[in-house]
């Protein structure tokens, strides 16, 4: 059966019409899917037993779970979220004082198969659809009202899966996101991550998206970034500069780079001088995140005086960077260690 959600507004208004419902049913049916996050059309009480009953001989709602949570001792919370078809994927509620922050998945596995990533390390299963990148969400803001009392604050497109590989899914769901329809958040608290797509990324500026964009540089020259991600020698970093110039053009958006430090591997001046004649290009910041350790890899991170020479060395020269520190790290939460290794489908 098609999934109730899947209807556009338009199709949803002949729907209620052409069981003799009035027009207001829509309104009632649109807020119990998003605003309500309804598991099931018998949840929606305030429509009669013969119309859910009606409903559900053409139309389910096949919902996103909680299969499991696992609690870190910063307050960061792990899911692992269960799709109708019974694959996994996984997101992250990270708490600050500020903030409560979402970190939602995209796609069930990745194929790009970068080399420091534990969720490159899967198979890719399939892109997720809108509902199901909302879905996790929902349930994560109201883990933030649960346990911090707290609103959900910002969304971050940086779990499991490429983004701009599931590009419609990504927008539509932003637009939920954001609309009265949904939880109304402003674009401004959104960021999308990409480990660089060029045609998806020009796509955006052509869109003059409003949502914030991160690259996941990781290494600002062709052939130490060909080493560690392979998606490089189909979208190397001229290609990928000429598009988040025209991006930035478009939506005068400050993009952000995020750059994992590893050590002997991308931690000399030499790799900062890289970095920062990227930045000059472009209206940037840059995001310098800790290496999270996973089975797969042997990469280390570098300790903290040479992590805080390259710091200095990066405003030195007036770039805008930040020592972003890992969350989550005791309960496999923190940032490249998403995989649900025990639990594949």
Not at 85 to 105: D, M, Q, W, Y
Not at 244 to 250: G, V
Request: net charge neutral; charged share 25%.
């Amino acid at each position: 059966m098609k999934d109730l959600r899947h209807l556009s507004h338009t199709e949803l208004q002949e729907l209620v019409l052409s069981f003799n419902e009035k027009k207001f049913r829509v309104q009632q049916i649109e807020d119990w899917l998003w605003k309500k996050n309804a598991s099931s059309i018998d949840d929606m009480l305030n429509l009669s037993k013969t119309f859910r009953d009606q409903l559900k001989k053409q139309f389910t709602i096949n919902k996103v779970g909680i299969d499991h949570s696992q609690f870190s001792t910063d307050g960061t919370i792990k899911n692992r979220f269960v799709l109708h078809e019974g694959h996994f994927i996984e997101g992250v509620l990270i708490p600050t004082a500020n903030r409560k922050t979402a970190c939602v998945s995209s796609q069930v596995g990745c194929s790009l198969s970068c080399k420091f990533c534990a969720t490159g390390f899967l198979e890719r299963k399939r892109n997720l659809t809108f509902d199901e990148i909302y879905d996790q969400v929902f349930l994560i803001h109201q883990q933030a009202l649960e346990h911090f009392e707290q609103p959900l604050s910002n969304i971050v497109y940086m779990g499991m899966g490429e983004p701009l590989l599931n590009f419609k899914n990504v927008i539509k769901s932003i637009d939920l996101i954001t609309s009265e329809k949904g939880l109304a958040m402003s674009p401004k608290r959104i960021t999308v991550s990409t480990a660089g797509i060029a045609k998806q990324i020009h796509q955006l500026g052509e869109m003059q998206v409003r949502f914030n964009l991160a690259l996941s540089l990781h290494a600002a020259n062709d052939k130490k970034r060909d080493e560690i991600m392979p998606i490089n020698s189909s979208n190397n970093l001229r290609v990928l500069v000429e598009a988040l110039d025209y991006y930035y053009k478009q939506t005068k958006n400050q993009l952000t780079f995020e750059y994992i430090l590893f050590s002997g591997f991308n931690d000399s001046f030499e790799d900062a001088d890289d970095l920062i004649k990227i930045c000059r290009r472009i209206p940037s910041k840059v995001n310098i995140i800790e290496y999270n350790p996973i089975l797969q890899a042997d990469f280390a991170k570098p300790d903290e005086e040479k992590t805080d020479a390259f710091m200095d060395y990066l405003h030195n020269n007036n770039v805008n960077a930040r020592l972003r520190r890992s969350r989550g790290k005791d309960i496999d939460a923190a940032c490249g260690q998403l995989a649900n290794l025990d639990k594949q489908s």
